[in-house]
């Protein structure tokens, strides 16, 4: 697996695999700070192709995650990483060694892709904190508050173990320089018809 480019200060993502975790914003006496402990979300294990559809990711040993007093918003940092078959996923998932043996295929040529370093400010009415700076925002949806003042889970865009490839990516930007080609001969046409 390739390294992710992660900004400085956040190094303690690594080596943790896909997730993302959250540190609360608090304030007391007109000052603003963060919490001292941040607490991991992640997607439930992943088995089947059915799995990568549950956008949610969920808090790491407990099936809610207490807001404590005084929080005005909050910190989310974590690693999407990018696989480029669902069997990639699910060895991931599994033991590093295991004594059932298991014949393979042969050679197997792997993909490696860098992990995609998400970051984002989350204010308590789940609005973005654009005052911040920010990373990978189209991934982060939501964040699924209960009734007890606490957190559910949090709803994404695109799981945090996603199924990738080159070539989605280059379809996404051409389709891009489509879009930006029709826009131009649009605006050309409407910039004649005013003329």
Do not use: C
Not at 113 to 119: N, T
């Amino acid at each position: 697996m390739i390294k992710a480019q992660i900004p400085n200060g956040y190094e303690v993502v690594n080596g943790r695999g896909p997730h993302l975790q959250v540190q609360f914003v608090m304030k007391k006496n007109e000052r603003i700070y963060l919490s001292d402990k941040a607490f991991i979300f992640r997607h439930n294990k992943v088995k089947t192709i059915k799995d990568l559809e549950d956008l949610n990711i969920y808090p790491v040993g407990t099936d809610n995650l207490e807001i404590p007093e005084n929080t005005i918003g909050f910190h989310i940092y974590g690693l999407q990483y990018r696989f480029h078959t669902l069997d990639e996923i699910v060895q991931m998932n599994e033991p590093a060694f295991s004594p059932k043996y298991t014949p393979t295929n042969g050679i197997n040529i792997s993909y490696n892709y860098s992990p995609k370093f998400i970051g984002v400010s989350i204010k308590i009415d789940n609005s973005i904190n654009t005052n911040l700076k920010y990373y990978n925002l189209h991934i982060f949806k939501q964040i699924n508050f209960n009734s007890s003042n606490s957190i559910k889970s949090i709803t994404l865009n695109e799981s945090l173990t996603k199924i990738y490839s080159i070539d989605e990516e280059y379809y996404k930007a051409l389709e891009t320089i489509k879009i930006d080609k029709k826009i131009d001969i649009i605006n050309q046409i409407i910039e004649e018809l005013n003329t």
